[in-house]
Structure formats: C-alpha cells, structure tokens
C-alpha cells in the first residue's frame, strides 16, 4: 500500500473509491464511484477494517483507498497494509465530522416531536461515521477535478 498526498490528474471514470474515516473504536467506510454514486456505507469495529476493507476491495472492485488523516489514520493505515494492495491517497479530515452529523440528518430527518428541536441540540440516535467517509471520498474527487 502506498499513501501519498493528492496527485495531479482526473480520477479515471471507471475508479470505485473506498473511503475510510478512522477512529479509535470505529470507523465510517464508504464505497463510492468516481461519479459520486454511493455504493455501500457502514460503521465497523476498528480492529476489523483490515478484513472489512479487503472484502469490499474484492466485491467492488476498488481501485483506490481514501483515508482521513486525523484520529488513528496511522493504525488504520497499518491494518490495511497487512490485507489490502490498492492504492491509498490521504485526504484532510478538517471539519469532515459536522458535515457527516449534517448529511446524517438531511438523509435522516428527525420525527415526531424530535422534529420541533434545532439539530444542534440533538445528537445522532446511531453513529454517523459512514457519513463522514462519503464526505472524504467526495473532497478527494473534488480535489481531482480541479487538478
């Protein structure tokens, strides 16, 4: 596995993305297609993303890891060396957790009484990591097209 800033040049049309957001306990993984389509999404035990992330590289066919680069990357990245053979590319996780809780909730609206409280008073009934790693994997496209 190598990990490298950014490179230059647009992301082939074809290139499905596994993006991770690392954490200690847990982390978000998302496959997505280079045209933004989410294709699968999921919270996992931290201890298991090696074996996670190599089952999804087989099933989706991915052709480029995305991890952030704040809490446990370097654990994380450590476990998917051992299992995984795909590029991987470093992306800044600055803010990326308040856009996650914001798509959280623009896909999952609260209800009933919920509804009535603002969303900065609420907090996620489950984790929202998975989130947060479709939003790492749209920055890195982002990033691409303006190469």
């Keep these: ?9 647009s992301p ?4 499905v993305l596994l993006a991770i957001d690392p954490g200690r306990d847990k982390c978000g993984v998302a496959v997505v297609r280079s045209d933004g389509e989410v294709l699968h999404k ?6 298991d993303i090696g074996a996670v992330a190599e089952r999804l590289v087989d099933a989706y ?3 480029r890891l995305i991890i952030g680069d704040r809490t446990a990357a370097a654990q ?14 470093m992306v800044d996780e600055h803010r990326s957790s308040e856009q996650g809780r914001r798509r959280y909730f623009q896909e999952n609206p609260p209800r009933g009484w919920r509804r009535l409280l603002p969303l900065g008073l609420q907090t996620p009934p489950r984790s929202y990591d998975d989130h947060v ?3 790492l994997a749209e920055r890195y496209l982002a990033l ?3 190469s």
Excluded: F, K
């Design 144 to 146: 691409q097209r303006e």
């Design 12 to 15: 082939r049309s074809d290139v």
């Design 1 to 9: 596995m190598r990990l490298d800033s950014v490179e230059e040049g």
């Design 42 to 47: 999921a919270v996992v035990p931290t201890g």
């Design 133 to 135: 790693a479709v939003v």
């Design 76 to 89: 994380v990245c450590r476990a998917l060396g051992r299992r995984v053979r795909v590029e991987a590319v």
């Design 61 to 63: 066919h991915v052709g």
